[in-house]
């Protein structure tokens, strides 16, 4: 049956991403006792670099969605009584196009013996009869990491208002020989063609991460299997676990139980070492439970990731009325608590993509979800513009802090391209080190993004060409260093990835949506994202500007760029 797939990926998928953040016993966020009665009231929530089209609450700290009967639910963890990690409930908003949403009350709580320490992430499965359970982790009083289940309370509401923890729980102790401080986020259930519900939860032993395999004929009674479905040494605890079929061919999406010849399987996993996301591409062998990733996925810190910037805590889920696969991912400050407080909120939902594999079967392809087009608003567009070294041509017209940005570079030839120094493994080491403003040969060539009138702000996202063996290495960057004005409690990092694509039209294409103070980017038609947050202090508002820009030899055409004032999303 294919019931797990249409409920409970949805569910799953957007119930649990802000809730898989904080997973942790061993505390992957801070606690702050002394701001946690700081109570922030609606009227002094500040709008400076609150996004507009990226999902947020009212206010309050956030990090944080499912499809049931033509209605998107996006779950997430929330605190109602600051803008600080801490008194953490499961708030519930819905939606009927993923950008505009609804909020309601609170769906989860801490209440039972079971969960009385925290209500962390988790999945949701659709179960025969179109009955929706979420799969979640709590916190019991001896501060265990135990798996528990929750149903809806009236199954004709639409909106599933209410949830039922039966007092049966926990359904899923961690056991002998599993580490009770590391023992979460169980994933999207399957269901077996022997008619077992299979799950995988996150866990290590010792720095080995582990995705722990459990089945069940009746989803009450779990058995833990004798070999997890995969592990990796020195990867440290497996966080907010995500395991889906990807056809070989085509973009469309497949259900979780689907398994066979002509599809892989992709595992995801958040790596608390260094809070960055991993993923490979492999095969999933049914019957004896195993996945093992392709050759050509390192499966480990070096690894494919779905963004080289602030992305984490991510969940896809199979959307049955488009036949896709979303992936939603979660981007925390990157400024201080204190600021948090300050401004009232903190923490935001990117805009959910549609997920499908390249046609070389080695990576996976992630693009904006059709729907954000619809907040499209006035347009400019530049063709043919010729930059040579040095030059930055401002895009006028728009609303540069809240845009769509779409271009397509090119260049005549790669023949200054210069060499690729092998020991630049690590792209965000590369970018670094040479930055914006050292000049090269075919790049830097990008965008300069939320930029103040003098450029003594901006934020670039930038591609660089190099000549390796027998190949050229595109470097793509997403610089935060010039970012802001400010320094004291800003993180401002200078993000990259390497993007895997033939230059043999001698083109590349960029996608940036800028919402105030973040920039999510796609390069090369969605192989490589980087996401920034971003605290301007003059590129602000209507005082934020747009351009493009080359810092190299070799010339830069924009083929055509088409740009977009963005229309603020409801949340009401």
């Not at 004709?156 to 949830?163: A, F, K, R, V």
């Not at 970018?431 to 930029?451: E, N, R, W, Y």
């Not at 190099?466 to 935060?480: G, I, N, R």
């Amino acid at each position: 049956m294919n019931l797990s797939t249409t409920f409970l990926s949805l569910l799953l998928g957007f119930s649990f991403f802000s809730l898989f953040i904080n997973n942790g016993v061993e505390a992957l966020h801070k606690i702050y006792p002394e701001l946690q009665s700081i109570q922030t009231d609606a009227s002094v929530v500040k709008p400076l670099h609150r996004t507009r089209f990226h999902f947020q609450p009212r206010r309050n700290w956030i990090n944080g969605p499912m499809y049931f009967n033509g209605i998107y639910h996006l779950f997430y963890q929330y605190n109602p009584k600051g803008a600080v990690w801490g008194n953490i409930v499961w708030a519930h908003s819905i939606s009927r196009d993923l950008i505009n949403w609804k909020p309601l009350k609170a769906a989860i709580y801490p209440s039972k013996p079971f969960d009385i320490n925290g209500c962390w992430s988790g999945s949701a499965t659709v179960l025969p009869g179109n009955k929706p359970v979420i799969l979640y982790t709590g916190i019991d009083p001896q501060n265990r990491q135990v798996q528990n289940y929750a149903i809806p309370a009236n199954l004709s509401d639409p909106y599933l208002t209410e949830w039922i923890k039966p007092d049966h729980n926990p359904i899923v102790d961690p056991g002998p020989g599993v580490n009770a401080s590391a023992f979460r986020d169980p994933t999207t259930a399957w269901l077996s063609k022997s008619g077992h519900w299979k799950t995988i939860i996150g866990s290590k032993r010792k720095r080995r991460g582990m995705a722990y395999l459990y089945r069940s004929r009746d989803f009450v009674k779990w058995t833990k299997a004798k070999h997890p479905l995969h592990s990796a040494a020195n990867t440290g605890m497996w966080e907010c676990p995500d395991f889906y079929p990807v056809p070989l061919r085509g973009r469309l999406g497949l259900d979780p139980s689907v398994t066979g010849n002509w599809v892989k399987h992709v595992l995801k996993v958040s790596l608390d070492l260094t809070r960055y996301e991993y993923y490979t591409v492999g095969k999933y062998f049914p019957k004896k439970d195993k996945y093992v990733p392709d050759n050509t996925s390192v499966d480990g810190w070096s690894g494919l990731r779905y963004d080289y910037g602030n992305f984490y805590a991510s969940k896809s889920f199979y959307d049955p009325l488009r036949k896709r696969r979303v992936l939603w991912g979660w981007a925390n400050e990157s400024d201080s608590a204190q600021d948090d407080v300050s401004k009232g909120w903190a923490g935001i939902q990117l805009i959910p993509r549609t997920v499908w594999l390249d046609h070389n079967q080695k990576q996976l392809i992630q693009w904006p979800v059709e729907e954000l087009n619809t907040l499209r608003g006035k347009k400019v567009v530049l063709s043919h513009q010729k930059l040579l070294k040095g030059h930055t041509v401002e895009v006028k017209g728009i609303t540069a802090a809240q845009a769509d940005v779409e271009v397509i570079f090119s260049f005549s030839s790669l023949d200054k391209a210069e060499p690729f120094d092998p020991r630049w493994v690590d792209a965000q080491a590369a970018c670094d080190q040479l930055g914006l403003k050292s000049q090269g040969g075919v790049g830097p060539f990008g965008l300069l993004t939320l930029a103040s009138e003098n450029l003594e702000e901006f934020t670039p996202v930038f591609f660089r060409i190099f000549k390796a063996h027998h190949k050229h290495v595109v470097l793509m960057c997403s610089d935060a260093r010039s970012s802001s004005l400010k320094e004291d409690g800003l993180y401002k990092p200078a993000f990259a990835g390497y993007v895997d694509i033939d230059l043999s039209s001698k083109k590349l294409s960029l996608r940036s949506l800028i919402d105030h103070s973040v920039v999510e980017s796609f390069g090369g038609g969605g192989k490589t994202c980087i996401t920034s947050r971003v605290y301007p202090t003059k590129g602000v508002f209507n005082d934020a500007h747009l351009h493009v820009f080359n810092n190299g030899t070799e010339a830069i055409t924009v083929e055509y760029l088409s740009a977009w004032s963005m229309k603020s999303a409801r949340v009401n």
